[in-house]
């Protein structure tokens, strides 16, 4: 079946460009979708997108397209970089102590699929630094709006938590209701999740802090340089850290910012002068 059109309008519409080796997924993700809404071919269900009158067939389309593997504290150094290195260097940067708060910390979590990127970071900030945490907003943001209805739940399976929770923890803010797990109040009520396309919603501002993980690698290189030149117009005076996937970097995205370490993690920060790698 033809797909050139359809994975244009794709591209278009959400940034994820479909590599010749992952046209297959069409088959498998549309063809349930296709039969639902009665369409035949690719172009067929090109078109119905482009007319843009069917907000639903939209958001099903999109969630099928994206892929929303996450887990708990993935890829957890950046977790202990987060506690140890990059909040107490704001927090010095800023002159703020126990005693002396004078403005919150701001996250973005871009790409959060079903919340438990934006999660483990409040309960990092609770646990390792929770006079601050009062202070803290997370904005979390996903083009899919089925992961952001469950993320607003709070609500995991026993599978996703096990897989990266550790006890202490799932025990802290965890309470187990039948088969599931629902995630204490106070930690979700710092998360705000929205809606929102990296490709065409405008974007927020103001941010101290912006994840964006596991999300660039499925746009191509001049999607990349377009969002993260956006991403770092929504940093506070265009400065502060942006902190990327294990396997994501921004060679050839963007020059003045550097790459930091953590033990395994490793984040960028803005700096005013010639690229460098600065080690701790
Ligand atoms: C693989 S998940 C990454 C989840 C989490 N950040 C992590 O690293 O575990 C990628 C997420 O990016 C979202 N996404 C894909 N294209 C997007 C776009 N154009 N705007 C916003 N989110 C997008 C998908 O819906 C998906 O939930």
Redesign the pocket.
């Known amino acids: 079946m033809e797909h050139k059109q359809l994975i244009q309008v794709i591209q278009n519409m959400?940034?994820?460009f479909l590599t010749d080796d992952k046209i297959y997924l069409l088959d498998s993700r549309l063809n349930q979708l296709m039969k639902e809404y009665n369409l035949k071919t690719y172009d067929e269900v090109a078109l119905k997108l482009l007319q843009k009158d069917d907000s639903e067939f939209y958001h099903k389309l999109v969630d099928k397209i994206?892929?929303?593997?996450?887990?708990f504290f993935?890829d957890e150094s950046i977790f202990d970089a987060l506690a140890k290195q990059i909040i107490p260097e704001w927090l010095e940067k800023n002159q703020i102590s126990k005693s002396n708060i004078t403005k919150k910390l701001n996250l973005w979590s871009?790409?959060?699929?079903y919340g438990?990127?934006p999660y483990s970071i409040a309960i990092t900030i609770k646990e390792n630094h929770p006079y601050l945490f009062p202070h803290t907003k997370i904005l979390a943001?996903?083009?899919?709006k089925d992961?952001i209805e469950r993320a607003k739940k709070g609500i995991y399976t026993d599978f996703e938590v096990n897989r990266g929770v550790p006890d202490y923890i799932k025990n802290k803010y965890f309470t187990k209701i039948d088969n599931e797990y629902k995630l204490d109040e106070e930690i979700k009520s710092i998360v705000e999740f929205k809606i929102?396309?990296?490709?065409h919603d405008p974007y927020p501002y103001g941010f101290d802090i912006i994840l964006c993980?596991?999300?660039l690698i499925?746009f191509d290189l001049n999607t990349k340089k377009e969002v993260v030149r956006k991403l770092i117009r929504s940093l506070n005076n265009n400065e502060g850290i942006l902190i990327l996937?294990s396997s994501e970097n921004l060679i050839n995205l963007v020059d003045n910012y550097v790459m930091r370490e953590y033990g395994l993690a490793r984040y960028y920060e803005f700096t005013p002068s010639v690229t460098f790698f600065k080690r701790n």
């Open positions: 959400t940034g994820v994206t892929t929303h593997e996450t887990r993935r871009i790409g959060c699929s438990q990127e943001t996903d083009i899919s992961v929102h396309n990296l490709i993980r596991n999300v499925y996937g």
